[in-house]
């Protein structure tokens, strides 16, 4: 019985990597507005440690480029870490006063970069 479950399972996860895309799809159903209104707040609270730009290398070392940050999460994860982070705090980050709809347009900014390979 637990040969049958484990092959299950793993014909499952074969099945889901192999339609995991190289690239994940631009976000859809976001304006252009909230990507200028991503950058202008990523400007005001985020640019004193993070290059938030399309060029440049953060202030501090731990924390990464804006750039870098586009190709290393899907949207809806990266909505979720920033919406822990603007809670919580993280590492050397301190917690921020942002409502979630500010963390959607610094998400839409962020994913306004081609991400890096």
């Known amino acids: 019985m637990r040969f049958p479950a484990v092959s299950l399972c793993a014909a499952l996860l074969a099945g889901a990597c192999a339609v995991v895309p190289d690239r994940w799809p631009p976000v859809t159903g976001v304006s252009q507005d909230s990507a200028d ?6 400007q005001q609270t985020c640019a ?9 290398e953060s202030s501090q ?7 870098a940050l586009s190709g ?3 949207s809806v ?6 919406t822990e982070i603007a809670e919580t705090g993280h590492y050397d980050m301190p917690a921020l006063l ?11 900014y962020i994913n306004s970069f081609e991400p890096q390979e």
Request: aromatic share 4%; charged share 30%.
């Open 61 to 67: 070392r731990r924390a990464p480029t804006f750039r």
């Open 37 to 42: 209104r991503g950058r202008q707040l990523a």
């Open 72 to 74: 290393r999460y899907v």
């Open 48 to 56: 004193r440690c993070h290059a938030v730009g399309a060029a440049g």
């Open 98 to 108: 942002l409502h979630s709809d500010q963390v959607e347009d610094v998400v839409a």
């Open 77 to 82: 994860s990266l909505q979720r870490k920033l």
